[in-house]
């Protein structure tokens, strides 16, 4: 039970209207009433008063959101763990499979290259015999054939000085089974040889200018390589002087072979197209020799 006072403040000079100040008085008699109802709450559950004040509504919501997250997530796993067992089985399979396949590759490709090194051979005299007279044989006979055996030898022979050319890309393979006779294929194999030749005393002229630059002494040597420079030069010579056929198209060398001899060799590159003087540069890209 309450009770409700009502007192006139006649000695203030501020006058109040009595029902604001009966508004007022109930306001606290209702902030009384329910301090006291927290009191008993608080005495009956004093976990749920701990836990209160311990947490802010803030963080009771976070609280209980994380917990719902969880059980989510559980519950996706727990419905879903065949498929991701089987997605991680997948994964280690192919890891395993690839690292396999990469640890392998290396060691097929050197065996393979170790094989094609021995097999292959500088074209000689009596190998031009054998491979034109056969060539010709096929010709002439229409159920011998021999383009398979032919080919097989043109990939086993190279040239002496420019190795790295075989001769089933030197010549045009069509006409050399097709339409050449056994002399016209001699004199084919014949110029080849030749422009290997040519190659090879071009280098040997290089070589001579090379001899001229002091490279090896210690104070020049922080200048370029001697050997690198002489193999840029020889792979550029053969890729000018012999010719590279794919199929029955030739194919001119590549821009960047030239660059790569000025570039390794920065002593011989060119600073205009002008006439040759003492101090200039002795090595030009335009497809002749210096």
């Not at 109040?16 to 008993?40: G, R, W």
């Not at 097989?152 to 050449?180: P, R």
């Not at 790569?260 to 003492?278: G, I, Q």
Request: with cysteine; aromatic share 12%.
């Amino acid at each position: 039970m309450s009770v409700i006072l009502v007192t006139d403040d006649s000695d203030d000079d501020i006058q109040i209207p009595k029902y604001e100040h009966i508004y007022q008085q109930i306001k606290e008699l209702e902030y009384n009433f329910s301090s006291i109802e927290s009191t008993v709450s608080i005495v009956n559950n004093p976990k749920t008063y701990h836990c209160r004040r311990r947490y802010r509504p803030q963080q009771c919501l976070v609280k209980h959101l994380l917990t719902y997250m969880f059980t989510l997530l559980f519950l996706i796993n727990h419905l879903h763990w065949s498929i991701i067992f089987f997605s991680l089985s997948s994964i280690k399979f192919m890891s395993t499979y690839a690292s396999t396949s990469t640890t392998s590759s290396p060691k097929l490709s050197s065996s393979i290259i170790k094989e094609d090194e021995q097999r292959r051979l500088p074209i000689q005299g009596s190998d031009i015999d054998r491979l034109c007279s056969r060539t010709s044989r096929a010709q002439r006979t229409p159920y011998e054939k021999l383009e398979t055996f032919n080919q097989v030898s043109l990939d086993t022979f190279h040239l002496n000085f420019c190795s790295n050319h075989t001769l089933s890309h030197s010549i045009n393979q069509t006409l050399f089974f097709n339409e050449m006779t056994e002399n016209e294929c001699r004199k084919m194999f014949e110029k080849l040889i030749y422009y290997d030749e040519e190659a090879r005393n071009a280098s040997k002229l290089f070589f001579t200018y090379m001899e001229a630059i002091d490279c090896a002494s210690e104070e020049n040597r922080y200048s370029i390589i001697r050997a690198d420079c002489l193999q840029a030069y020889r792979t550029w010579t053969c890729s000018v002087r012999i010719p590279y056929f794919h199929q029955t198209q030739r194919i001119p060398p590549c821009q960047t072979i030239c660059d790569e001899v000025e570039r390794v060799c920065p002593t011989f590159r060119p600073s205009d197209r002008e006439p040759l003087f003492a101090g200039q540069s002795l090595f030009f890209c335009d497809g002749n020799f210096i």
